[in-house]
């Protein structure tokens, strides 16, 4: 039977690539109330706990509540191998648990998807996907065909139905994405710079590249529609901008030192004329004329 192609295994290959360049561990802070980081390192914490679960949990587990604490401490090892965060916090202990409990549940329905796709009247249990063993996988077809696993799905499905929104942000929570606008709104609210300052006042569609970030032939947030300017384009648009302020920089400079030519030109103009009324005062005082300057009491 073929197989539905589909995308290829995770690797957080950027994120690799930072540690492999000697770059330090990411300081990982989740707040209170929060069950992830916001920001910078955030799409990085998720993706390497979900590697970290698919290739720690056992698949006999059938709930988070059934990993024991051996294989728990396990995991907690992988992640403090490779992030900075204090697990000593309650709450960040908890927002650990629970980012585990929702990849785990995640993999789970994953399995479980690919055992529908199977299509009925074949052996199902002679079709184990490639990353998972033959053991693993008749050991989910049992419990995916036990009378447990039927009612809590039947479960399930009744109240999905009662859901009033459906999640539209792809993989995206919705945590994350409030963040993000209220980051862009912040930079859209920035007042404009003075002349000649470094900072310039950025259009919608750079605000959303600063906050979302940019990836060659594709617009973040906007998906397959828009069609991204290549690497090339956004170099040269660079250089240009580069220039644009390496002349502002010189003119400034110039003007710069147009005004201190002029300002001390001045300043000799003043000494030499100092110098010119006390000589025509000392004249005077020789010839016995007596002259008071006027002063600014």
């Not at 590697?51 to 949990?57: A, G, H, L, T, W």
């Not at 998807?113 to 002679?126: C, F």
């Not at 397959?224 to 040269?236: H, K």
Request: with cysteine; proline share 4%.
């Amino acid at each position: 039977m073929s197989r539905k192609r589909g995308r290829n295994k995770s690797e957080n290959k950027s994120f690799k690539d930072y540690l492999k360049q000697g770059g330090q561990k990411p300081k990982i802070e989740i707040l209170p109330g929060k069950t992830c980081p916001l920001g910078k390192y955030s799409q990085w914490w998720i993706t390497e706990l979900g590697i970290i679960c698919k290739e720690e949990v056992p698949l006999k587990a059938h709930t988070w509540k059934e990993v024991i604490p051996r294989e728990r401490e396990t995991l907690y090892k992988r992640v403090l191998d490779v992030f900075d965060v204090d697990l000593n916090q309650e709450h960040v202990m908890e927002a650990v648990n629970e980012s585990f409990r929702k990849i785990f549940k995640q993999m789970r329905h994953k399995l479980h998807k690919q055992y529908m796709d199977i299509p009925d009247g074949t052996a199902k249990r002679d079709s184990p996907p490639d990353d998972v063993s033959q053991e693993n996988w008749e050991h989910l077809c049992a419990w995916f065909e036990s009378d447990e696993f039927q009612k809590k799905s039947r479960a399930g499905k009744g109240g999905r139905k009662c859901l009033k929104v459906n999640h539209n942000g792809g993989c995206k929570s919705f945590v994350r994405h409030r963040y993000e606008k209220e980051k862009m709104l912040q930079l859209r609210s920035q007042p404009p710079s003075d002349e000649g300052s470094s900072n310039v006042m950025l259009t919608d569609d750079e605000i959303a590249d600063k906050v979302l970030g940019i990836r060659s032939g594709y617009v973040r947030g906007l998906g397959n529609c828009e069609v991204a300017p290549s690497r090339r384009l956004r170099v040269g648009s660079n250089h240009q901008e580069v220039e644009q302020l390496r002349r502002r920089a010189e003119d400034a400079e110039s003007h710069l030192d147009e005004l201190r030519t002029t300002q001390a030109a001045q300043q000799r103009q003043i000494e030499q004329q100092q110098l010119t009324l006390e000589l025509v005062l000392a004249q005077m005082r020789n010839s016995g004329i007596n002259f008071n300057l006027p002063t600014n009491e």
